[in-house]
């Protein structure tokens, strides 16, 4: 027996204005560039003209209808109301700094890969065919660090397989300390002993230090990564001023990652999303002006819009177009025009966070480090009256130009200590406190976590040892042990 009910029941939906909204207030400005220029190339009715004064969100409609209501061919649609509309649909103008925007067309000089450093360098190298190919094979398997990760074995199968021959290990383990000799010195090396040692090895006979460095990777090596330096001294048989010259060598002219570091100018740069000056006792906000750009509708399809009397065909003086190219215009136009009030939106919404947390933190903008107070999401939320949410995607992954030096959002949130003096003082500020401990500390005689907690409780500030432990883990500062150094008598 078929049995009816009927329910009634709260729902909530994002529109897709707004979800288009959120995933373009969490992109940070390199990436923002990148979704604008897919948008452009999707959407022939936008247009990016940043030489000219632009018809921006400013100039462009109110809402318009549901894009999801199915367009009827025969219904009348008003293009010049949309068209013609100036209201500004938030009543915020965001200041937007064009002039300090950097030419979006500087060429970028050209970079070559480490892998095609290597080959070059092996260009030069008197080399069998057979050891091309096992060369070959050795610098295809490099990972990101500069290590070989694989097993000789595997590249012998690989060769085997691919190549139709199978070399000796003899022979790839040859090849592979030719490659180690090349620029950068250790390169391929098949753990830290070795790309030390191929690094020491390659160094001139005469550098000071250099013998008693290699015997202390080569015999005492264990010692060495627990810096037991009474157990080098003593399996060696050299005095402290020796240990010191061939300590001080590997830690100051050896690189323990040989492959890292290879990024181009372009993935090693941070473009900052504000600038924040303080003038005659007032913080001006400027907002990158890529995260503004100037965005609006074609100006020959405006054109064309405005020429056309889009009603029902057949009547005196009505220009005649086709059902499948107006639901295609006004697709378009609606698409461009959303996609406008979003990008107006994110850049309202950034600057209103940005002025609340100058607002909380507007000692550090005036005094530099060591005036960061407390704060969390929340506190500017209630400032903006938003969602936590927001606020969280507004941070991730933006920077701001101080005249301290550039930071990320996310630096200015952290929790807060109160001090024997009953303020409260940023983790941040801790952390600080702890780093200068630690880097005023007797290196002989590193300070253990216990006696850091003593240390900081001497400054007002009653932490755990664990929570010590934290901040120095955080901070990525090693335990006592490791920290010690060999200090001349």
């Not at 000789?152 to 592979?176: R, Y």
């Not at 253990?448 to 400054?459: F, H, K, N, P, Y």
């Amino acid at each position: 027996m078929l049995n009816l009910q009927q329910t009634q029941r709260l729902q909530q939906k994002l529109s897709p204005q707004q979800i288009q909204y959120i995933q373009l207030l969490q992109l940070p400005t390199l990436a923002l560039e990148q979704r604008i220029e897919a948008e452009l190339e999707e959407n022939p009715l936008l247009e990016d003209a940043p030489d000219e004064e632009p018809a921006r969100l400013e100039d462009m409609a109110e809402e318009s209808a549901d894009p999801e209501t199915e367009l009827d061919p025969d219904e009348e649609y008003d293009w010049g109301e949309l068209l013609d509309n100036t209201e500004d649909l938030y009543g915020y103008k965001a200041r937007v700094d064009y002039s300090r925007d950097e030419d979006r067309e500087t060429p970028i000089a050209a970079a070559g890969t480490l892998t095609e450093h290597l080959r070059d360098q092996l260009a030069l190298q008197d080399l069998t065919e057979q050891e091309e190919v096992i060369a070959e094979q050795i610098i295809g398997s490099i990972d990101e660090d500069g290590y070989l990760r694989r097993p000789l074995e595997s590249i012998v199968d690989d060769i085997s397989f691919n190549m139709g021959f199978a070399p000796a290990l003899s022979e790839i383990e040859a090849t592979l300390a030719r490659i180690q000799r090349l620029d950068p010195t250790g390169i391929a090396a098949r753990d830290l002993q070795e790309c030390l040692l191929a690094q020491l090895r390659a160094m001139p006979p005469a550098t000071e230090g250099r013998d008693v460095a290699i015997r202390m990777l080569s015999e005492t090596y264990k010692a060495f990564t627990m810096k037991h330096f009474d157990a080098i001294q003593k399996k060696l048989r050299i005095g402290s001023e020796e240990l010191r010259e061939a300590f001080d060598l590997i830690r100051s002219r050896l690189d323990p990652k040989p492959g890292e570091g290879q990024f181009t100018p372009r993935q090693n740069y941070i473009t900052p999303d504000f600038t924040v000056e303080c003038i005659d006792d007032e913080f001006i906000v400027t907002l990158n002006g890529r995260n503004a750009p100037s965005l609006h509708i074609s100006r020959p399809y405006r054109q064309m819009l405005e020429s056309m009397t889009l009603r029902k065909p057949g009547r005196p003086g009505a220009a005649s177009i086709d059902a499948d190219t107006r639901k295609f215009l006004k697709n378009k136009f609606e698409s461009a025009k959303w996609f406008i009030q979003s990008i107006s939106q994110r850049r309202h919404t950034m600057t209103l966070v940005m002025h609340a947390i100058i607002r909380l933190q507007e000692d550090f903008f005036r005094y530099g480090e060591g005036r960061l107070k407390p704060m969390i999401l929340n506190d500017v939320a209630e400032i903006v009256e938003m969602d936590i949410s927001t606020i969280s995607r507004v941070v991730n992954g933006k920077y701001v130009q101080t005249r301290f030096g550039v930071y990320e959002l996310k630096y200015f949130f952290s929790e807060g200590i109160r001090s024997a003096a009953g303020e409260d003082v940023s983790n941040k500020e801790i952390k600080a406190i702890l780093e200068g401990i630690i880097h005023g500390e007797n290196k002989a005689k590193p300070l253990s976590d216990q006696r850091l907690v003593g240390s900081l409780t001497e400054r007002g500030f009653r932490i755990a040892r664990r929570t010590v432990t934290k901040y120095r883990e955080q901070l990525g500062i090693p335990a006592a042990r490791l920290r010690k150094e060999i200090v001349a008598a």
